[in-house]
C-alpha cells in the first residue's frame, strides 16, 4: 500500500468467474464480482518471488483477482495465462500529464492495456492511489487534475471500443472530515466541492465504484485499552446503534463504510458502489503497535473473507444486500517499505511462498476449518523502555552512512561516543550505530522519528548498554 495516512475514526464505548458489466439489472452480476476476494501484489521488498512464481502463489491461495500497483508489462503477460481478474494503476506522477493532454491518455493506453487486452482480463484501472491523503501545492495539482484523468483513459478506452474496463481511484478514509456515527459521515471541506463532487458524478455516470482503503485496525489502535477488540475482528456479540438513523452495527468495518455512504449521500450520490481497494491487519509490529499479531490478522481476514462473499450478500447497515468488491492487503509482507513495523508486515504470505496463516480467499472452506493460531501476546500496550540497536547482519558500509546521519542532526546525539567518552568502547560501527539509532530516536521520535533507518534498524526490549555506557531510551 502506498501508505495512507493515518485516519483517526473516533470511538466511543463500543462494548469463480466474474463479470464486471455494472448496471441498474446487475445484482446477480455484482455478487459474482464479490464472490472471490482480491489480493494487493505489492512489490516493495528486496527478497520477493519472482512474478511468475508470485502470480502461481495468488492462484494457490484462490484469490479471483489481482490489483497491481502500476502496469508492469512482464506480470500483465504472465496474467494472460491464467483466468484472474487483474486491476492495474496509473502512477500518482502522471496524472498530471494525463488531465491536461488526451493524447497522454491515449499513449498510456495504447502500452498499458492494449499490448494485454483481452488476453489478459483487466478490468478494473485505477488512476493515482491516495491522492488526497497528501496536500502540498503539488498535490493539490493532482487533485485538480484527478478527474480530467480519469475521465480521459475512459475516453481513450471507449475510442478503441474497450467498454467493460471501469475506472476509479483508491482514497483512504483521511477523506473524511467526521466520521461518528456514521451518519455524520463528511468530506473534508477542501475537497468536497472541488474533487468529490466531480468524482463522485464521474463515477455514478460511468457505473463505476467508489474504491476505499479501509483499515479498521488504526482507529482501534488508537486506544485499544478502551476500544473493543472484538468489535474490530468481527468477533464481537455486542452492537452499536447510530443515534441518527437507528442503523445497528455490529463491527467496526461497517461503520467505516457506512461514514463514507452518508458523506456520498450529502453530496448527492446516495447511490455509487463502494469497493474496498485495500483492507487488512498487520501480523507484526513495533513494540508499541499493540494488536499487531498473526492471530489478529488472520481472524481480521478470515471473518472478512467470511462476511464479504456470503450468499446473499450482508453489505452494510446502510445498504442491506449489496455485494462489496474486496482486495485484501497484501500478498507479501514487504521489507522494504518504509516507517513503522507494521508497514512491512500485512502479508498474507512470507517471501518464500510459506502461509503466515491458513486462509482462503474464495470463501468456500469454513473458517473453523482453517488451520490453529498463535496465541497473541500484545493485545494490550507495552509498558517498559524500548532501545534501538542495528539489525543482525547490517551492511557496515550501510551502517556507517546511517551512523554518520544519525549523528549529523544533533551534537548531543552522538556526543558520547567521541574518543575517550563512555560510549567510544568497543570501537566498531555496530556497536557505535546501535548507540546512535538510540539516542536518535530517544530524541526525535516525538517527530515521527522511526527506528528503522532504511532497514538497518530494529526495536528491542533488551538494554543493549552496560555498566559503562547507558544507552538512550524510549519509555512506553
Partial sequence: MAFFALFIFTLVALSSSCSYAIGPQNNKTLLSLASRIGINYGRLGNNLPSPYQSINLVKSIKAGHVKLYDADQETLMLLSQTNLYVTIMVPNNQIISIGA?????????????????PQTRIRFVLVGNEILSYNSDQDKQIWANLVPAMRKIVNS????????????????????????????????EEVAAPVMLPLLKFLNGTNSFFFLDVYPYFPWSTDPVNNH?????????????????GLVYTNLLDQMLDSVIFAMTKLGYP??????????????????ETGANIFN???????????????????????????IPTFLFSLFNENRKPGSGTERHWGILNPDGTQIYDIDLSGTRPVSSLGSLPKPNNNVPFKGNVW???????????????LDFACGRSNATCAAL????????????????????????AQFRNQSSQCYF??????TTTNPGNEQCKFPSVTL
Avoid at 101 to 117: E, G, R, S
Avoid at 391 to 399: R, S
Fill in 101 to 117: 493532454d488526451q493524447a497522454a491518455a491515449d499513449n498510456w493506453v495504447n502500452t498499458n492495456v492494449l499490448p494485454h487486452y
Fill in 157 to 188: 478506452l471507449r475510442a478503441r471500443g474497450i467498454h467493460n474496463i471501469k475506472v476509479g481511484t483508491p482514497l483512504a478514509m483521511d477523506v473524511l472530515r467526521s466520521s461518528f456515527p456514521p451518519s455524520n459521515g463528511t468530506f473534508r
Fill in 229 to 245: 477488540l472484538d468489535f474490530a475482528l468481527f468477533e464481537s456479540n455486542s452492537t452499536y446503534t447510530d443515534p441518527q438513523t
Fill in 271 to 288: 447511490n455509487v458502489r463502494l469497493a474496498i481497494s485495500e483492507t487488512g491487519w498487520p501480523n507484526s509490529g513495533d513494540i508499541d
Fill in 297 to 323: 490478522a488472520a481472524t481480521y481476514n478470515r471473518n472478512l473473507i467470511k462476511k464479504m462473499t456470503a450468499n446473499p450478500p450482508l453489505g452494510t447497515p446502510a445498504r442491506r444486500g449489496s455485494p
Fill in 388 to 402: 534501538c540497536v542495528a539489525v543482525e547482519g547490517a551492511n557496515e558500509t550501510e551502517l556507517g552512512q546511517a
Fill in 418 to 441: 567521541a574518543p575517550g567518552r563512555e560510549c567510544y568502547a568497543p570501537v566498531s560501527v555496530t556497536w557505535h550505530a546501535s548507540y546512535a539509532f538510540s539516542s536518535y530516536w
Fill in 454 to 459: 532504511n532497514g538497518l534498524a530494529r526495536e
